[in-house]
């Protein structure tokens, strides 16, 4: 069992990573970390003695006056080395540093002389230290204006904002689950390597390269498909994958869904479309008793859409780590759907007498051995 701490625990990769870690509690044990820590010495210093590692997110990316970024992210660090030689706690640190190292700028230069610090403190008491040096993040539940370009596009088109692409260049990302696995994959190669004295950089690769304009049109093209024609993208390349899926997470899904279907009707009957996409997956049929709930689980990975063809049903969603549910009715008279964003726990549930009729796509054939189905109530 390995007692990590993540400083800036409820920021964006800090947010994933805690909730990541969350899913092996036979492997980690989290110890809670506030920001206010860092206004209280003893809380901090509390906090250091329970952690065999702890992964150093906090800091500020972005700010009117750079000046200030510099400072603060100096003085964060400073004041997690204080805290652990005034209580003489020994952790492996991992600090999460930034390609912008090697930029003429004060971010960069806080995110440089800040990974130095710690190096020293390292080899001064020979503790372990890993310096990740890591590109743009992208992902789920970012900050638009804040944390990186992909948020900022997908929150202006979901709320029907004009994106202004400034520098057409290069973007080199990583996707926040990918570089969350290779943080764990770090923190567990280095608690078994039992090593000390260690100061090591960590490069960490990004994983899909796109210019601007090419993102943008991606993105562009998700609003007017999915937004007008409830059509899925072509989801068989990863990061189209993870893109859709951050996208999809910016959706108000309070208003948006459920997403009423074209019920086509005739002296035949009635046919309608329910799932309209560019890639395969698994399309799957499930009726429902009366008062019988289905779900309460989540995915990391998966998008999945539910959609009634006959029935009352209840749709039920909530985001990990928080309390806010999102709760939909709908009835097979009019045939709607509502799709399940990665990280929210969800679940049907037959509020009407006859039995639910329900379709069910999932972007990935079901694998209960798989990994991406975790259990937790709505």
């Not at 920021?11 to 969350?22: P, S």
């Not at 972005?62 to 970024?69: A, E, K, L, S």
């Not at 492996?92 to 390609?99: E, K, R």
Request: glycine residues 6%.
């Amino acid at each position: 069992m390995i007692r990590v701490g993540i400083t800036g625990q409820s920021g964006f990769v800090g947010t994933h990573l805690y909730n990541t870690l969350g899913l092996y509690p036979d492997k980690f044990e989290r110890i809670p970390f506030e920001d206010a820590f860092f206004s209280t010495p003893g809380k901090l210093g509390e906090f250091v003695q329970q952690c065999d590692t702890i992964v150093h997110l906090a800091a500020m990316n972005r700010h009117n006056d750079p000046q200030m970024i510099y400072e603060i992210n100096l003085r964060l660090v400073k004041q997690l080395i204080t805290a652990c030689e005034s209580t003489g706690s020994a952790p492996h640190i991992l600090f999460s540093s930034s390609t912008q190292e090697e930029r003429d700028n004060l971010y960069g230069k806080s995110k440089r002389e800040g990974r130095e610090l710690l190096e020293q403190w390292a080899l001064k008491n020979n503790e372990q230290f890993s310096g990740l040096v890591i590109p743009n993040v992208f992902g789920p539940f970012g900050h638009p204006y804040y944390n990186s370009v992909v948020a900022t596009f997908c929150h202006q088109l979901t709320h029907n904002e004009t994106p202004k692409i400034e520098v057409d260049g290069d973007l080199k990302l990583i996707y926040v689950g990918e570089l969350v696995n290779e943080i764990i994959e770090h923190i567990e190669a280095m608690q078994n390597e039992k090593k000390t004295g260690i100061a090591d950089m960590v490069p960490i690769a990004h994983t899909s390269t796109i210019k601007v304009s090419a993102l943008f049109q991606k993105l562009q093209d998700f609003k007017t498909n999915y937004f007008e024609k409830g059509i899925i993208p072509c989801l068989d390349i990863p990061f189209e994958r993870n893109l859709f899926n951050t996208f999809l997470c910016y959706i108000d899904h309070s208003t948006f869904f459920p997403f009423y279907l074209k019920l086509n009707t005739d002296n035949r009957g009635s046919f309608v479309e329910t799932v309209k996409l560019n890639s395969g997956g698994q399309v799957s049929f499930s009726t429902t008793k009366p008062d019988i709930t289905r779900g309460n689980h989540f995915h990391i990975r998966k998008a999945e859409r539910f959609a009634v063809i006959k029935g009352k049903a209840r749709i039920e969603l909530r985001r990990i780590g928080t309390d806010k549910v999102l709760s939909f009715e709908l009835d097979g008279t009019q045939p709607s759907f509502v799709d399940m964003p990665v990280w929210y726990t969800h679940n049907i549930t037959n509020i009407g007498e006859d039995e639910l009729y329900t379709i069910f796509w999932i972007n990935e054939h079901y694998n209960p051995e798989d990994g991406d189905t975790w259990f937790e109530k709505v």
